[in-house]
């Protein structure tokens, strides 16, 4: 079974239609849940650290959101440039050595 | 801040062949680095975490004596394939974790890996 997991797996917007990501998890003892975009090609570019229920944190038009079981990432009026796969990854007390654990992404296409 | 750089961005070598990465922390010391692999399509599997002047860590799966990982200073840890063969070519990326107690780990940019 696999501890995170994200949907859609893709999705495709028009340019000004916001829409949301979602990252479930199974993990107990969450230390850290952190989003990161990721171009072709390219590494991961962190996005944001989310360490309590609750907890909420916006980067231009980027907007996490943490609960107990998932997290959201809301895309507000987006643009072409935001295409690329958002992946989110959890910390927990049971992994070892700040290991990261990662979901399969969701590759967002922005059309304009 | 937090800028995490890897040499080369792509290489190209021969079945048989050994070749080594290296993944620098260019402006802050890196407690803690991890090395990844990403085949087309998919999400990062981390491989090894290595803690400096320490021996390295591998998940289940990884071979220890085909991926060797150093982590000499707390800039600079490096990533040799031994003997690569086709099935080694993929994406490699390291990341780090600076000497707080942040919990954030920082990417580099990556370097493909193309055995023939």
């Known amino acids: 079974e696999d501890q995170v997991t994200q949907s859609p797996e893709a999705l495709r917007l028009q340019e000004g239609e916001s829409s949301s990501l979602n990252c479930s998890y199974t993990?107990?003892?969450?230390?850290?849940l952190f989003w990161y975009r990721q171009d072709p090609g390219k590494g991961p570019e962190f996005l944001f650290t989310?360490?309590?229920a609750g907890e909420e944190k916006e980067k231009e038009r980027l907007k996490a959101t943490l609960t107990k079981k998932e997290s959201f990432l809301h895309i507000t009026a987006p643009k072409p440039e935001d295409s690329a796969t958002y992946l989110c990854?959890?910390?927990?007390?049971?992994?070892?050595?700040?290991?990261?654990?990662f979901g399969k992404g969701t590759l967002l296409t922005v059309n304009p | 801040g937090a800028v995490v750089s890897q040499h080369p961005s792509w290489v190209i070598c021969k079945s048989g062949t050994s070749v080594k990465i290296e993944c620098r922390s260019l402006?802050?010391?890196?407690?803690?680095m991890f090395w990844y692999r990403q085949f087309p399509k998919q999400s990062l599997m981390l491989m090894a975490t290595?803690?400096?002047?320490?021996?390295?860590?591998?998940e289940q799966g990884v071979e220890k004596d085909k991926f060797l990982i150093n982590h000499a200073s707390l800039t600079l840890s490096t990533l040799t394939v031994t003997s690569a063969h086709p099935e080694d070519s993929s994406f490699y990326i390291c990341?780090?974790?600076?000497?707080?107690?942040?919990?954030?780990?920082?990417f580099g940019p990556g370097t493909r890996l193309t055995v023939t």
């Open positions: 993990v107990s003892g969450l230390r850290g």
């Open positions: 989310l360490y309590s």
């Open positions: 990854a959890v910390q927990y007390s049971g992994g070892s050595n700040y290991k990261l654990t």
């Open positions: 402006d802050f010391q890196a407690t803690t």
């Open positions: 290595s803690n400096e002047g320490s021996k390295a860590t591998y």
């Open positions: 990341s780090a974790r600076g000497t707080t107690s942040s919990y954030e780990q920082y």
